[in-house]
């Protein structure tokens, strides 16, 4: 078997839940012996194997110019509107571009959460057409014409018109203009895309920007069964003024106040829960503009960087609730199975890959706050079940979600890839 060629993994950010994911599979190569440099824009990692990449001004002064009119313009039709989470993710970058020279290129190329760092045009445009190109898919956003989720929206499908999560003024035609580029720059490339979860995969293989695609398949995250382990909960609860008796709920996000995220179902389910004066919520992750549930006592832990206090939060809680709206996988949920605490979520997006109905925890219909408050309730009042899922949530992971398995599983894909022809252009 020929070695693996190089890999240059592309992602806009150093920090966040993609770039985390994002960084446990660049790591876990490194680990495996393969060449692989995590390049990025936003951020800083003291690490000999990760590159932060410069932005270049195309044509000097009025390059930037151009780009700070256009991104203004941007920010005015793009950002969030009520109702809607996150802000478009543009397939340009008018005026600039990143200061590295692909055009002889003999590395496999890996991308990730790209918003910001790489312009569709531009990239392609130098990219040698017979290099392969991995894309990992961390959200809708490559597979739509700018939205990270497409929610009940289907132009994906077909032909993205009257974007829902634009404003008025760009709705009729920005998003067709950005899915008409994705589709042609991705077009007869040597593309092989990778979905975290298994209903990823299926939204991707109807995507009309993917149609090109040469593969598909769906590769899990995985996580730091050594980090990420049951720890003894005393000493946390205490520390935190925690009663013994108590029955603690986790939950936790980049912002609480994240609408897709859940925190308002998740505090309207505890407020139902008759067993509500004997639990405690524990939250972590930016507070925002959130509010608490009523009647419960709410401790919120801000953001927590350590996976060591990550890990020791999560076995201090007897529940972990995922009340995404919506979701690609949901990494806290595995971070918390593997901690042996059960997961208490909405049937959304890739969670069931994980969180599975009586074995590793309990599913709610989406957007259901009842039956998200019942669930919480059959396991606050069974914690005998409640341990039981929590261990087969250990187990699960040990066999089917380490970083060792991820490692393999990207160095078949690269070893696939080499191996195979690539396209010819037309």
């Given at each position: 078997?020929?070695?693996?060629?190089?890999?240059?993994?592309?992602?806009?950010?150093?920090?966040?839940?993609?770039?985390?994911?994002?960084?446990?599979?660049?790591?876990?190569?490194?680990?495996?012996?393969?060449?692989?440099?995590?390049?990025?824009?936003?951020?800083?990692?003291?690490?000999?194997?990760?590159?932060?990449?410069?932005?270049?001004?195309?044509?000097?002064?009025?390059?930037?110019?151009?780009?700070?009119i256009v991104r203004r313009f941007r920010q005015r039709i793009g950002a969030p509107r009520p109702?809607?989470?996150?802000?478009?993710?543009?397939?340009?970058?008018?005026?600039?571009?990143?200061?590295?020279d692909l055009s002889d290129c003999r590395s496999i190329v890996h991308l990730h959460w790209i918003?910001?760092?790489?312009?569709?045009?531009?990239?392609?445009?130098?990219?040698?057409?017979?290099?392969?190109?991995?894309?990992?898919?961390?959200?809708?956003?490559?597979?739509?014409?700018?939205?990270?989720?497409?929610?009940?929206?289907?132009?994906?499908?077909?032909?993205?018109?009257?974007?829902?999560?634009?404003?008025?003024?760009?709705?009729?035609?920005?998003?067709?203009?950005?899915?008409?580029?994705?589709?042609?720059?991705?077009?007869?490339?040597?593309?092989?895309?990778?979905?975290?979860?298994?209903?990823?995969?299926?939204?991707?293989?109807?995507?009309?920007?993917?149609?090109?695609?040469?593969?598909?398949?769906?590769?899990?995250?995985?996580?730091?069964?050594?980090?990420?382990?049951?720890?003894?909960?005393?000493?946390?609860?205490?520390?935190?003024?925690?009663?013994?008796?108590?029955?603690?709920?986790?939950?936790?996000?980049?912002?609480?106040?994240?609408?897709?995220?859940?925190?308002?179902?998740?505090?309207?389910?505890?407020?139902?829960?008759?067993?509500?004066?004997?639990?405690?919520?524990?939250?972590?992750?930016?507070?925002?503009?959130?509010?608490?549930?009523?009647?419960?006592?709410?401790?919120?832990?801000?953001?927590?960087?350590?996976?060591?206090?990550?890990?020791?939060?999560?076995?201090?809680?007897?529940?972990?609730?995922?009340?995404?709206?919506?979701?690609?996988?949901?990494?806290?949920?595995?971070?918390?199975?593997?901690?042996?605490?059960?997961?208490?979520?909405?049937?959304?997006?890739?969670?069931?890959?994980?969180?599975?109905?009586?074995?590793?925890?309990?599913?709610?219909?989406?957007?259901?706050?009842?039956?998200?408050?019942?669930?919480?309730?059959?396991?606050?009042?069974?914690?005998?079940?409640?341990?039981?899922?929590?261990?087969?949530?250990?187990?699960?992971?040990?066999?089917?979600?380490?970083?060792?398995?991820?490692?393999?599983?990207?160095?078949?894909?690269?070893?696939?890839?080499?191996?195979?022809?690539?396209?010819?252009?037309?």
């Open positions: 078997m020929p070695p693996i060629r190089s890999v240059l993994h592309f992602n806009t950010l150093a920090n966040g839940g993609a770039a985390y994911a994002a960084r446990k599979i660049h790591d876990s190569l490194v680990v495996s012996g393969v060449d692989s440099r995590y390049c990025y824009v936003d951020g800083s990692v003291n690490n000999p194997t990760y590159q932060k990449l410069r932005f270049r001004a195309r044509a000097g002064v009025l390059g930037k110019v151009w780009h700070g109702g809607f989470l996150e802000p478009f993710g543009w397939s340009t970058i008018p005026g600039l571009t990143i200061d590295l918003v910001g760092l790489l312009d569709y045009g531009e990239f392609f445009r130098n990219l040698p057409i017979a290099t392969p190109v991995v894309w990992t898919l961390h959200d809708m956003n490559p597979l739509t014409g700018g939205c990270h989720y497409a929610w009940e929206c289907n132009g994906f499908i077909g032909r993205c018109t009257q974007c829902p999560q634009l404003a008025r003024i760009g709705r009729r035609s920005m998003a067709r203009t950005s899915q008409m580029l994705r589709r042609r720059t991705l077009a007869d490339r040597n593309l092989h895309i990778v979905a975290d979860s298994h209903w990823l995969e299926a939204e991707a293989k109807k995507s009309w920007i993917l149609e090109s695609a040469l593969s598909f398949r769906t590769i899990h995250y995985g996580v730091d069964l050594e980090a990420f382990q049951p720890r003894k909960p005393l000493a946390t609860r205490r520390r935190l003024g925690i009663d013994d008796a108590a029955t603690v709920i986790a939950f936790g996000t980049d912002r609480l106040d994240n609408k897709r995220k859940g925190f308002l179902e998740l505090c309207a389910a505890l407020a139902r829960l008759s067993e509500k004066e004997n639990l405690e919520l524990l939250t972590f992750g930016e507070l925002g503009n959130a509010l608490g549930p009523e009647g419960v006592k709410w401790q919120h832990l801000g953001v927590i960087s350590s996976t060591e206090e990550l890990s020791t939060l999560y076995s201090a809680a007897d529940i972990y609730v995922m009340a995404s709206l919506q979701e690609a996988f949901g990494q806290t949920a595995q971070e918390a199975l593997a901690c042996a605490t059960p997961v208490v979520a909405f049937d959304v997006g890739g969670i069931s890959d994980m969180v599975r109905p009586n074995q590793t925890g309990l599913l709610a219909r989406v957007s259901d706050v009842d039956h998200l408050a019942q669930h919480i309730s059959d396991l606050v009042l069974h914690p005998t079940t409640s341990k039981r899922l929590g261990q087969n949530g250990r187990d699960l992971m040990e066999r089917q979600f380490s970083l060792s398995k991820q490692a393999d599983s990207y160095l078949n894909l690269y070893t696939e890839i080499s191996n195979n022809h690539a396209p010819q252009s037309a």
